[in-house]
């Protein structure tokens, strides 16, 4: 099966080799067989990265399960992370994102350099003023303005990590500057950040974080707290909880002097 290339007609066959029976007398609804059988033909690169899945409609003829048996396995995977719906395309193998350390890029710009739509929900975006912490992090006077921004990012309409920031209000032309990118934003104003300090550690998603993304509760996940600074000036605090499934963190290291 070629990697990323539409799957149709005789073409299903080989993605039924790749899952495997589905057995009607099983306790297990064919939903979750379905469900459990692509899971396990991920696992073992049985199908890949960037793989497109037979039409529903195909599938169901083939398996001999209605449609709804089929969009109901997909959902739950697309919800897990494993699968991805393109608009007009088809229902592909989500490809995990690796999220290199060693160069300071938004979300929206590591999406479209692997080839996936970012877009945004937003949960909030507000005025207000900074708080004690946030005076001390971005170096900001005690009740000095500053911008909020709440948001679930998604890759190719997958929900992938929360986002929020916190950007001194000097920093922006407005609350509705930020569209799409923040980085996008902050450079238009002329504050694109070209340091950051970061921190990274795991986490579980608790029951609210967990239904934003639409993930299980106590889900593993990734938290990185980046603090951005434009020659020397704070712009920028933001924590993401990015999805333990979904993302590959990758530092390149090397040999020199201590």
């Not at 921004?149 to 986002?163: K, N, S, V």
Request: glycine share 8%; hydrophobic share 40%; charged share 25%.
């Amino acid at each position: 099966m070629g990697r990323g290339m539409r799957i149709r007609g005789k073409d299903v066959m080989p993605f039924l080799e790749a899952i495997g029976p589905l057995d009607a007398q099983r306790p297990a609804p064919l939903y979750q067989q379905l469900q459990q059988a692509v899971r396990h033909a991920i696992e073992r690169r049985a199908l890949k990265p960037d793989d497109a899945l037979p039409p529903e409609r195909d599938l169901a003829a083939d398996l001999s399960v209605s449609r709804i048996t089929i969009r109901k396995a997909f959902d739950g995977l697309v919800a897990e992370g494993l699968l991805t719906r393109r608009q007009g395309a088809g229902t592909f193998v989500a490809a995990r994102v690796e999220k290199s350390f060693s160069k300071l890029t938004s979300f929206t710009e590591d999406m479209a350099a692997r080839g996936r739509k970012a877009t945004s929900s937003w949960l909030s975006r507000a005025e207000g003023t900074v708080t004690p912490e946030e005076s001390l992090t971005l170096g900001l006077s005690p009740g000095a303005p500053v911008y909020r921004f709440h948001r679930i990012r998604y890759a190719d309409g997958a929900p992938m990590a929360l986002e929020y920031s916190t950007i001194p209000a000097s920093c922006l032309s407005s609350l509705e500057a930020v569209t799409t990118s923040l980085y996008q934003a902050l450079a238009v104003s002329g504050h694109r950040p070209n340091r950051a300090l970061q921190r990274l550690r795991a986490v579980l998603f608790n029951d609210e974080q967990a239904a934003l993304l639409g993930i299980a509760p106590g889900a593993p996940g990734l938290l990185i707290e980046r603090r951005a600074f434009h020659h020397g000036e704070p712009v920028e605090v933001t924590q993401s909880y990015y999805r333990g499934d979904a993302y590959d963190f990758v530092a390149e290291l090397n040999d020199g002097p201590a």
